[in-house]
């Protein structure tokens, strides 16, 4: 299985943008799917969650900006972030998880300039 991350790029404070993660299997073949980010000099967090059924989980920084969602005839997930904030500036990387294992794609990174 591959995921295929895309969409970041650079963007003011307060702006928004959209990452998309298209996998090469069915969506409905994992448990959940979802992003984490990582900033320099931090672990990986997570950002977001979708599970298989749509039940969606946000790490509570990213609360009531972001939004997880999928578009499962094209087996791709997406995340919309919106009133951006300095604190996001990270790699973002998708993740799919089934059967206890977690493959991840490539990172896609997002620059949010004052």
């Known amino acids: 299985v591959q995921l295929q991350a895309s969409g970041g790029g650079l963007v003011q404070a307060g702006g928004s943008l959209r990452l998309s993660c298209a996998a090469s299997a069915s ?30 989980n946000y790490a509570d920084s990213v609360k009531g900006r972001f939004t997880i969602s999928r578009d499962t005839a094209k087996n791709t997930v997406y995340l919309q972030m919106n009133s951006l904030q300095l604190e996001d500036l990270a790699v973002y990387y998708c993740a799919a998880s089934r059967l206890g294992t977690t493959r991840w794609g490539q990172g896609t990174l997002v620059t949010v300039s004052s």
Do not use: D, P
């Open 27 to 56: 969506i409905f073949s994992f448990h959940y799917m979802g992003w984490y980010r990582q900033a320099t000099g931090k672990q990986r967090e997570l950002v977001a969650t979708i599970t298989s059924s749509g039940s969606t």
